[in-house]
T-cell receptor, first 117, second 112 residues
Framework: GAVVSQHPSRVICKSGTSVKIECRSL??????MFWYRQFPKQSLMLMAT?????????EQGVEKDKFLINHASLTLSTLTVTSAHPEDSSFYIC?????????????FGEGSRLTVL | GQNIDQPTEMTATEGAIVQINCTYQ??????LFWYQQHAGEAPTFLSY????GLEEKGRFSSFLSRSKGYSYLLLKELQMKDSASYLC?????????????FGKGTKLSVIP
């Protein structure tokens, strides 16, 4: 099946710094990628939809200036958490849809666990 | 708005059968997915239903009734490795693209 790779898997940073997370579709092209956030014992919450070549679409309550998304190519989207604070500590997961199989199944990256000290 | 409900936790015995229910109320519908998520890992795809009825895939089956806004995931011959969270997700029109809205997940514990 399709593969989505996410990097880094774990990152620890100091409060006030910025962190970049990369999401790559390895064997298919993804014009749209999705960024989710998951707090402990909670479900996946969609943060934003990343569109190749255009601005990302953010969900209500998600600060676009804090969570910068860039989707410069058909296989790469990046999420930058700017001026991170401890409350931003979470599990960030990217995903992309592979329409070749017909179902538009959503494939997930491995996730990135961010800890802000 | 979108509302997806599933039980928070379930416990079942190794070798048994368990059914995890999901009810949904969404703005638009274009299919329902079930994902498995082990602690600390990303979700993995289990099944997809877009038409009413039962889809069988090995030990896992999923059922959909669109008129009732209801789905269930059936796991047979439970194994210890099936202990995980099971997420119900509905595919519906989103901003610029169909997007998945996830339920809060059902944490399944399989005991010997």
């Amino acid at each position: 099946g399709a593969v989505v790779s996410q990097h880094p898997s774990r990152v620890i940073c100091k409060s006030g710094t910025s962190v970049k997370i990369e999401c790559r579709s390895l064997d298919f092209q993804a014009t749209t990628m999705f960024w989710y956030r998951q707090f402990p014992k909670q479900s996946l919450m969609l943060m934003a939809t990343s569109n190749e070549g255009s601005k990302a679409t953010y969900e209500q309550g998600v600060e676009k200036d804090k969570f910068l998304i860039n989707h410069a190519s058909l296989t790469l989207s990046t999420l930058t958490v700017t001026s991170a604070h401890p409350e931003d500590s979470s599990f960030y997961i990217c995903s992309a849809r592979d329409w070749q199989g017909g179902t538009g199944e959503l494939f997930f990256g491995e996730g990135s666990r961010l800890t802000v000290l | 708005g979108q509302n997806i409900d599933q039980p928070t936790e379930m416990t079942a015995t190794e070798g048994a059968i368990v059914q995890i229910n999901c009810t949904y109320q969404t703005s638009g519908f274009n299919g329902l997915f079930w994902y498995q998520q082990h602690a600390g890992e990303a979700p993995t795809f289990l099944s997809y239903n877009v038409l009413d009825g039962l889809e069988e895939k090995g030990r896992f089956s999923s059922f959909l009734s669109r008129s009732k806004g209801y789905s269930y995931l059936l796991l047979k011959e439970l194994q210890m490795k099936d202990s995980a969270s099971y997420l119900c997700a509905v595919n519906s029109p989103g901003a610029g693209s169909y997007q998945l809205t996830f339920g809060k997940g059902t944490k399944l514990s399989v005991i010997p």
